[in-house]
């Protein structure tokens, strides 16, 4: 029980009231929704006898559940350490929940929140575009790399003796217009 001791309000009556035992009963009873209501759990523990109200128990009990769930919803925000670019959106978020999750909600807070939620996350948008730009030039560069098909290699060159000269000319068996020699 000493985990949902952390997440008691220790200024509260119940706190100052009830012996250790006691409230870790009521701890236990309230997370776990057993009894399922409020009303029964407040009876079932006889605070009225205690002098605590059903207000203060209210309260207590909903400030605990609460601070539970918020918790157990950091637990599934948990920041990857490899990758601390995402990290700052991640905690503004995070922040943002929690705030939503308190008894007095203020709206400039939250608004502060969500517009640095929506600055944080359209810097990580450009992290992201700038990380898929980069990754499409390197395989244009890659691609462009590639060898070029070769062309075919030109048919070999045959020598050809010109009668008036006794000199071999080589000539490009594509250009030569000359009638082949006979055997």
Known sequence: MDVMRQYRDSASLIVKT?????LEQLDLAIV???PPTYTACYKQFQLTDLGISFDVF???ARKLRT???AAALAQYNVPDPDNSET???KLVCQRMVETLLTEKLSPRALLRLAESYRMTAQIEIQRRRLDIAEEMSIHRIATAAE???QLPAPQAQRAHVNPDDDSPVTTDPST???PEPSP
């Open 18 to 22: 009830l012996t250790l035992d006691q």
């Open 58 to 60: 209210y309260r207590y």
């Open 87 to 89: 990290l700052l959106p």
């Open 32 to 34: 776990t929704r057993d």
């Open 176 to 178: 030569d217009l000359s």
């Open 147 to 149: 060898p070029i098909p």
């Open 67 to 69: 601070n539970l769930r």
